[in-house]
Each structure stands twice: as C-alpha cells, then as structure tokens.
C-alpha cells in the first residue's frame, strides 16, 4: 500500500544553518506529496505541496521538489530561523484523492 | 469562519468508560476525518467520511465508533476506553478529492485523552 518515510529527528541547527528533511514515499500511480508543520500544541498546517512530477512546491522560504525517479519529496530551507521550531510532517494523497498517509515527523529544534 | 473546532480540549478516562470527542467545521467539506497522534508512529488515520451518512475505516479503527448525520459534524465515540487508547487525536476536513486532484486537509487543534 502507499506509505511515506521520512529521516528521523530530532534535528538541531543552529540559526541561519541550511536545513534537509529527507521524505520518500511509496504509491501506485499519480500522489500528491505534501509538507505540514505542527508547532507546539497546535494542530497541523500546510506548509506547501506538488500534484505531479517535477513540480516544486515553496512556502516562507522553505522549499520541496517531486521527484518521480527517486520517489522523493525533500524538504529545504536556506537558512532556518528560530521560530521554524515545529514538527515536520510528510505526508501524500494517493489517487482516489481522499486518503492522506503521514510520515512520523521529524522534530526541528532551532537554537539562536 | 471558525474552521476546524474539536472539543474537548483534554480529556481523562477510566478504562471502561466511553465518551464522544466532538469534531465540527465550516467550510462545508465533504471529506472528514480522525487521525490519532503517538510519539514515534505520526498521525494515523482512524476513520473518515466522505459525506453525510458514509462512512469508512481507516488504518486504526478498533475501539472506535463514527457515524456522520450532517455535513458539518463528525463525532468519533469511544465505546469502551483503554489505556492503549491515550493519544492526541485529530480532526481534519477538506474538500472531497479526484483522482489528479491534491485538497488541503485543514486541521483542529486536538484533543488530549488520558486512560487511566
């Protein structure tokens, strides 16, 4: 069945430090991959998404490209902040469109 | 527009005893469902719906009861707790998907439950 896995955390960097969550998915036909963030307490957001092949999706600096060859969809950012400290969740919608498979999420901690 | 609301905010419960989480949006999606949050396991899917009177399991349905009568709500029952059943849940809706389609699922803010 599809499924997605993600690195494990928890991350630290240091501000301004260049950021990678690696995401991999596994899906029969056309996903769409997805990136949420989940800060303390709250609920989950999205963060940015892609709906087909090579399609990059960006949101407050943070960036991930659909790559169909490698089944990947990595999470970057140039240069973290403090307030990005949140729980990062991958995450894809398989073709009937409805049902969402979530990774584990990966815990960043960013540090001034 | 109020968005994703769930109540209660926290919740402790005996082993045995039930209760209903309540989940209630306004965005008139077809598409709803709960998801339960453990450390080390992300969120998984415990049963949703894509409109009012149907319903369908997800990955984790045991223990759990759901039933949808409108649009706009979708209470998941607890119908006899457990401590394997503490967890943080969520509530999501989104517009109902097609295939090629991708439909931001919008989330509540959770309900922390604690069996005892």
Not at chain 1, 40 to 47: C, I, S, Y
Not at chain 1, 84 to 91: E, P, R, T
Not at chain 2, 25 to 44: A, C, I, K, T, V
Request: hydrophobic residues 30%; negative net charge.
């Amino acid at each position: 069945g599809d499924s997605v896995t993600q690195m494990e955390g928890p991350v630290t960097l240091s501000e301004e430090a260049f950021l990678t969550i690696n995401c991999t998915y596994t899906a029969t036909g056309y996903p769409s991959l997805f990136w949420y963030v989940q800060y303390p307490g709250e609920g989950l957001q999205l963060l940015l998404k892609a709906t087909k092949a090579d399609d990059k999706g960006s949101n407050k600096g943070f960036e991930a490209t659909y790559r169909k060859e490698t089944t990947s969809f990595h999470l970057e950012k140039g240069s973290v902040q403090v307030s990005d400290s949140a729980v990062y969740f991958c995450a894809l919608s398989g073709d009937t469109g409805n049902q969402f498979y979530f990774g584990t999420g990966t815990s960043l901690t960013v540090i001034p | 527009n109020a968005g994703v609301t769930q109540t209660p905010k926290f919740q402790v419960l005996k082993t045995g005893q039930s209760m209903t989480l309540q989940c209630a949006q306004d965005m008139n999606h077809e598409y709803m469902s709960w998801y339960r949050q453990d450390p080390g396991m992300g969120l998984r899917l415990i049963h949703y719906s894509v409109g009012a009177g149907i319903t369908d399991q997800g990955e984790v349905p045991n223990g759990y009861n759901v039933s949808r009568s409108t649009t706009e709500d979708f209470p998941l029952r607890l119908l006899s707790a457990a401590p394997s059943q503490t967890s943080v849940y969520f509530c999501a809706s989104s517009y109902s998907g097609t295939p090629g389609w991708a439909y931001e699922q919008y989330f509540g803010p959770g309900t922390r439950l604690t069996v005892t």
